[in-house]
């Protein structure tokens, strides 16, 4: 099937200029680079267009699945935490893992699972809410409200924490916590209390 441009009368005739005119006439060279350079534009636009359809490589219905696995992942962490559950912690971190807590220190995976085992840091409540979960490709990104219950080596430490954990989903295509942080959610006129740590 011919297209539009080889159609047109004008790709016949010469290139020259018109005298008094500053108008060239296309060549049939020239015509086929526009066309060319008309394509192109025309698949650019439409891949550009056809991002937000895409976005993130998921369909909706695996968005809903990955979801739900990383749910139960929270879940999961929520209860090796409760129960002090080193092996289930231990599957949970990938192995660059880094927490900034909410005292502000850095805690290495390592670090995070002797204190698990030690029981150094004990809760008694950990309940979750306002979960929030955004995809970017392989990566997910957890927010939620914790209010604890629980104490360190310095005391009692309760009230409610703000955190945020990324997962990212590895060459297996499992998903792995590589960073925790939280942050003490603090009410007007309330002073700084012992942290979590």
């Known amino acids: 099937m011919r297209n539009l441009f080889d159609q047109h009368p004008v790709a016949v005739l010469p290139c020259t200029r018109m005298p008094g005119s500053s108008i060239d ?10 066309h060319s350079r008309w394509a192109m534009a025309t ?14 490589g998921l369909s909706l219905a695996q ?18 935490t409760l129960s002090g559950d080193a092996k289930t ?25 002797a204190n698990l085992r030690s029981g150094r840091l ?3 409540t950990l309940t979750i809410t306002d979960r929030k979960v955004r995809f970017y490709g392989t990566t997910a990104v957890v927010t939620s409200l914790a209010t604890i219950q629980a104490t ?46």
């Not at 006439?25 to 526009?34: G, N």
């Not at 698949?43 to 993130?56: K, S």
């Not at 955190?163 to 959610?185: L, M, N, P, Q």
């Open 89 to 113: 912690m231990d599957s949970l971190l990938a192995d660059d893992y880094m927490a900034i807590t909410a005292a502000g220190t850095l805690q290495s995976r390592d670090e995070t699972l």
């Open 122 to 124: 004990h809760f008694t």
């Open 63 to 80: 968005k809903h699945e990955t979801r739900h696995e990383i749910d139960q992942l929270e879940d999961e962490w929520r209860t090796a």
């Open 152 to 197: 360190n080596p310095d005391g009692p430490v309760t009230g409610d924490y703000r955190y945020t954990h990324v997962y990212v989903r590895d060459a297996h295509g499992v998903w792995k916590i590589v960073s925790f942080e939280a942050s003490h959610v603090r009410k007007p006129g309330q002073h700084k209390r012992n942290e979590f740590h």
């Open 25 to 34: 006439l296309l060549s049939p060279i020239r015509l086929r680079r526009l």
């Open 43 to 56: 698949a650019l636009a439409l891949a550009v267009g056809a991002v937000p359809l895409f976005a993130g």
